[in-house]
């Protein structure tokens, strides 16, 4: 069979695996799981390919890139499929923002700002949706907003997917007098400065566009000093480093954060010098949480495949430098 | 309408992912489509942004600004061949701008905040409480200024990196190295998390599959 | 698309210490006249009064020009109330209160407490203010006296940068020295950039096989110095692709960058005596997106094959993305960024990779002139005085720290005022 | 004189520039010159777009390899720019910002320009993994301590690294990989990255003085045109 051939096949197989599987979807079937043994023998088969590539490469035969990436390809997507109970170990600084957020009293001020976009979803969204679904079980009040421009909308859907929940749609929260959601503005930490003095000169109206006067949650909220906690989810710039600098400093609002893998290491400064009450790192910053908060989530289910990744990626390094060095450092494979 | 937007997203993130088996048809599609639209994207906000939000809506306040826009006039002079060479003129500007700025912003944050920030006790008495205490953070305050220092004499252009000074510039790159290793790691963890979100994508959004 | 520079202001600590304590001495002196003129504004009472509780105002409030500045900003400067000390203290914060002229009082700021000064940056110069600052509870407000008139000074030179003066002047001093040695024939030694060595090669590789150079200048604007020195370099290698007959191809993400890399390639093709040669097809602008340029600069990569590709300028994630797609079609691959968290992925993937500061010496280095050359040495110096710096620093802080020797101290002082950047 | 201009006109900005930092008055030429930039760049676009379409209508006219993607490609230029311009589907007039939600820009640009971003962006993890394979190898002393940092950074931060040292003694603590990943962080890593920093900054001020002065000019062409 010609290579095209082959293509369209594959091509076809993939249109159709789409297609009966959306349809199922709109049908209303369930997902899928891997029960326990499927698990087991998944990760058996991809360690003993892993193996089974060691083998080959010692042979002197160096596998094809499509090979590593098929690899990576399923290291990430075979493990949302598991459920295992992982064995989390949650750091004090996890612990620290969870107990900051329960020792609120009910009707406390939540202030949470979105400054990330969708690439950093994956790490920053899990935090999101299970700090507000914290928020709310403890009826406290949640305004939110963003300094990045897609911000705002992944608040959004945020709370959508918090009220999928039952006993969250149970407690009957109402937009404007539970939770609100001011939108973006532009200019950086000049936003935040200014909301020092006034929320209302940043945010003259919120995301609907109702005017910040008639929304009843926000009606009082004046500056930072109405406000009773705040957590800043953040990608980058600005984000928490901002955030201290000026509403942690200058403004004395108590702060907690979720950062990204990249971005965390440069916040531990900030809470040990006690700026930061809390910080969530990563994936396994928001699998913590979530194990804090006993509520599963996708932090949890995520950081099954951010592992896998990671030893993949160990794996194809070791694998990498074992062949290397057996051939006695002058292997023809190439390298820099 | 929903369901458009679901599968037209889902087609063109498979589209760009079809690029690790080979270049394809699908692949130059999504590229095409990426790259009118993008470019689109990007024209529009520059319009709005700049050229309506800042010089438009400003310059009856500040009448210095019919200065860039000239130069940027001058700019669109490369289209009359003859006098082409007029759009050098806002090109000069800008590399004089550029190098002004960022001269003394390097001096200030890169140099003189650096190298203040290396200045520290290679031991004290702090060590012997608080968190931090112990050999780790001795050793670690030591290799802090031993390392930049080494760095620096890695960077060094005028002499050959021979003899005692070649060995020092030696620890220096070994230092870097780790640098490299360390910002490698980091990164290589962040950039798993994407790939998650897309798959997460594929399988949960669009296609139901998973939870 | 902005210019970023870390804002900078406000005094060296010592100094202003002795500014604020000569101020309040003043007002003290002063504080009669005051009282007598303005009387404080009657306590505001926001709600029933059976629940008030009186606080204490702040005292010493005084007004004061802020230092070296454009004459567009006051200080404020206070003693909070003394019921801020308490533990379970009523005070929620402190307002100031401003009067333009003799105009009315205006709120201009809400502070928490424990604030004890302000800067007002929304004055004018030529103008006349007063202030005074309210203590709040939940219920009232407790009003301060009001500080003398004051307005907003310009001051021409700002002696708070004096330090960075003199350290501008001695970086750039060394290096303006040393391009007027070499200009006058002296022969100079710089070490050899690997990376830099490569490139001639690179491009007579290109040649040999008849495919194309891609040149990738990074995806920031003009406004980054790395695309400033990738186009300097870019002057460099074209003008040997112009002598060698090669072919380059440039594409970009920015639109003044595309109409700058048409003026360097066509220059150094003019300047090698092949202006025909040129065309404006060399040099394309494709998108200002991040990843719809490097979706693009993939597609040309796998399409055209080129033999050599240069990495050069301000790269963020793409950076291993394009090494290693590059790599795929067996390009030689010279990369140079002064982004420390992708040098490592270009050192991977890439041929020879030109690390922070070697790319911004490249031009001069590859120019072979004396007079670069010199501009070479001079940074050196720059390097020797921040090593010596940072071993009379250290020394001095373990030997001040370790067995207090109070000389020492005084060094590393001097020395932190030096390097002090606000 | 068509270099001497030029070059008189960035010794100028430059030199205002850099003494601008010592003038108060002149503090706000930065931010001038910065809304001058973006002008520029505007103007610039009409260049960058120009370019954009003449390569795409060129290739379509003269039916060059692919030139059914250049069609793809302007028609998604024009839709874009028509969109924006216009302010097609915008939320209330005219007046509403060009990225209000419900517009037909900000539609696109959500169901369009962001899955495609994200997933190029994705690409990464699958080149990060070829990268390990093929090139992160312990050639020689240098590579090794790199492979070394980003090996230890990689196990600290997941479950495995504390299983592998767990058995170290707490006196030891700084042993124990997530620890040890932690003071690399903060000690090797800071070193070689202020020493990188230092070099660039170093660099930074000599280039530009050397365009300031106008010792480097290749960008105009060479030394001696």
């Known amino acids: 069979m010609s290579t095209r051939a082959k293509e369209l096949i594959a091509l076809g197989a993939i249109t ?17 799981e891997f029960p326990t043994w499927l698990s087991a023998v998944v990760i058996a088969l991809i360690g003993l390919s892993l193996l089974w590539i060691l083998v080959l490469t010692l042979k002197g035969r160096l596998i094809e890139r499509r090979v590593v990436f098929v690899y990576v390809g399923f290291a990430v997507a075979l493990p949302l499929f598991m459920s295992f109970s992982q064995k989390i170990t949650i750091s004090p600084e996890v612990y620290q923002l969870h107990d900051a957020l329960m020792e609120l009293p009910a009707g406390s001020k939540v202030l949470i700002s979105f400054d990330y976009d969708p690439p950093s979803a994956p790490e920053l969204q899990p935090m999101a949706e299970s700090i507000i679904r914290v928020c709310f079980e403890k009826d406290l009040k949640v305004i939110v907003m963003g300094l990045w421009p897609q911000g705002p909308q992944q608040a959004n859907l945020a709370l959508e997917k918090v009220f999928q929940d039952s006993a969250i749609v149970a407690k009957n929260l109402q937009y404007g007098k539970d939770y609100v959601n001011l939108g973006f503005q532009a200019g950086n930490e000049f936003v935040i400065q200014r909301m020092g003095s006034s929320f209302e000169s940043m945010f003259p109206s919120d995301y609907e566009g109702t005017p910040y006067k008639e929304i009843p949650l926000v009606r009082n909220v004046r500056n930072f000093s109405n406000v009773d906690f705040s957590v ?42 006690g700026q930061l009450e809390g910080l969530l790192g990563g994936m396994s910053g928001a699998a913590e949480f979530e194990a804090v908060a006993e509520y599963q989530a996708k932090g949890t289910k995520f950081m099954l495949s951010q592992s896998f990744a990671h030893v993949v990626v160990i794996a194809f390094v070791i694998i990498g430098n074992v062949a290397f060095f057996r051939s006695g450092r002058k292997s023809k494979l190439r390298g820099n | 309408m929903e369901h458009f937007a679901l599968w037209l997203s889902a087609f063109l993130t498979l589209g760009i992912l079809s690029f690790l088996y080979k270049d394809n048809p699908w692949y130059k599609l999504s590229e095409a489509v990426f790259v009118g639209i993008s470019a689109g994207f990007w024209f529009v906000t520059l319009f709005w942004d700049n050229l309506v939000g800042k010089f438009w809506d400003g310059w009856q306040d500040e009448p210095m600004l019919w200065v860039g826009a000239a130069l940027g006039f001058l700019m669109l002079l490369r289209l009359v061949p003859r006098i082409g060479w007029i759009s050098r003129w806002p090109l000069a500007f800008i590399v004089g701008a550029t190098s002004g700025l960022w001269l003394m912003n390097y001096l200030a944050s890169n140099i003189m905040v650096q190298v203040q920030a290396t200045i520290q006790p290679l031991f004290s008495t702090s060590y012997a409480s608080g968190p931090d205490a112990g050999w780790g953070a001795i050793v670690g305050s030591l290799v802090i200024v031993v390392g930049t220092f080494t760095g620096l004499v890695y960077f060094y252009f005028s002499k050959e990196h021979k003899g005692a000074f070649g060995a020092t510039a030696r620890v220096g790159i070994f230092f870097i190295m780790i640098t490299f290793g360390a910002s490698f790691g980091y990164t290589v963890m962040s950039r798993m998390s994407l790939l998650i979100g897309r798959i997460d994508f594929l399988l949960g959004d669009w296609l139901g599959l998973i939870n | 698309m902005t210019f970023h520079r870390g804002r900078t202001s406000s005094l060296a600590s010592g100094f202003s210490a002795r500014l604020i304590i000569v101020i309040v ?3 003290f002196l002063a504080a009669p006249a005051m009282w007598s003129r303005a009387d404080g504004p009657d306590i505001v009472l926001a709600g029933s009064d059976s629940a008030l509780v009186s606080l204490a105002p702040v005292t010493s409030l005084v007004a004061a020009d802020n230092t070296y500045d454009n004459g567009d900003a006051l200080r404020l400067t206070w003693v909070p109330s003394i019921d801020d000390r308490l533990i379970d203290s009523k005070i929620i914060g402190y307002r100031v209160y401003r009067l333009a002229g003799t105009g009315e009082p205006e709120a201009i700021a809400d502070l928490p407490p424990g604030s004890n000064q302000y800067l007002d940056e929304t004055v004018l110069r030529d103008s006349v203010y007063s202030y005074y600052v309210s203590t709040l509870s939940e219920r009232a407000e407790f009003p301060s006296n009001r500080t003398a008139v004051i307005s907003p000074q310009r001051e021409w030179i700002n002696l708070d940068r004096g330090y960075l003066f003199l350290i501008a002047l001695a970086i750039a001093g060394a290096v303006i020295y040393y391009v007027t040695v070499a200009k006058r024939g002296k022969k100079l030694f710089v070490r050899k950039i690997a990376g830099l060595e490569a490139i001639d090669d690179a491009v007579g590789r290109a040649t040999e096989m008849g495919r194309p150079v891609l040149f990738i200048p990074g995806i920031h604007d003009m406004d980054d110095v790395q695309t400033l020195a990738a186009l300097t370099i870019l002057g460099r290698v074209s003008r040997t692709i112009a002598d060698y007959e090669s072919k380059i191809f440039m594409p970009v993400a920015r639109s003044l960058v595309m109409t700058a890399g048409r003026e360097v390639i066509k220059s150094s093709y003019q300047a090698a005596g092949r202006p025909d040669a040129y065309s404006d097809d060399m040099v394309n602008y494709i998108t200002d997106e991040q990843f719809g340029y490097v979706a693009a600069v993939d597609g040309i990569m796998v399409r055209e094959k080129p033999a050599t590709v240069f990495l050069l300028g301000a790269f963020f994630a793409e950076s291993l993305i394009l090494a290693e797609t590059g790599n795929s079609v067996g390009a030689i691959q010279i990369a140079g960024t002064a982004r420390p968290a992708q040098l490592p992925f270009f050192i991977a993937a890439c041929d020879f990779t030109l690390i922070g500061e070697e790319l911004f010496a490249a031009s001069a280095y590859l120019s072979g002139e004396p007079r670069q050359l010199g501009s070479l040495k001079g940074q050196d110096v720059g390097k020797v005085i921040a090593m010596v710096v940072i071993m009379i620093g250290v020394i001095s802080l373990t030997f001040a720290e370790a067995w207090k020797i109070e000389f020492m101290q005084d060094i590393l002082d001097r020395l932190s005022v030096v390097f002090s950047t606000n | 004189m068509r270099q001497l201009v030029p070059l008189t006109i960035t010794f100028c900005v430059g030199t205002l520039l850099i003494v601008s930092v010592f003038i108060p008055p002149l503090g706000d030429l930065e931010r001038t010159f910065t809304l001058w930039f973006d002008i520029i760049a505007v103007f610039a676009f009409f260049l960058g777009g120009g370019n954009l379409l003449r390569v795409h209508i060129n290739k379509l006219w003269r039916r060059k390899k692919d030139w059914g993607f250049s069609i793809v490609t302007l028609a998604g230029f024009a839709t874009m720019l028509a969109a924006g311009l216009f302010k097609i589907g915008n939320p209330g007039d005219i007046a509403t910002a060009v990225d209000a939600p419900g517009s037909m820009f900000y539609t696109i640009f959500d169901s369009v320009v962001v899955p495609l971003g994200s997933t190029m962006y994705s690409l990464l993890a699958f080149f990060v993994a070829s990268a390990s394979y093929r090139a992160f190898r312990a050639k020689n002393r240098e590579a090794t301590l790199l492979l070394l940092a980003a090996f230890i950074i990689l196990l600290g931060r997941t479950p495995f690294g504390l299983m592998l040292t767990e058995w170290v003694p707490d006196s030891f603590s700084l042993l124990q990989i997530p620890n040890l990943a932690i003071w690399i962080m903060n000690s090797p890593n800071l070193a070689g990255q202020r020493a990188i920093m230092i070099g660039i900054g170093l660099g930074v001020v000599s280039m530009s003085l050397r365009l300031i002065l106008g010792i480097e000019r290749s960008y105009l062409g060479g030394d001696n045109a």
């Open chain 1, 16 to 32: 159709l695996f789409a297609l009966s599987f959306y349809l199922n979807k709109v049908w209303g079937r369930g997902t899928f």
């Open chain 1, 232 to 273: 800043n989810l953040s990608a980058g710039f600005p984000g928490t480093v901002e955030w201290v600098q000026i509403a942690v400093d200058r403004y004395g609002l108590p702060m907690g954060a979720g950062n990204t893998a990249v971005q965390a290491p440069v916040m531990y400064a900030y809470l040990n010098a």
């Open chain 3, 25 to 27: 001495v003043i007002a």
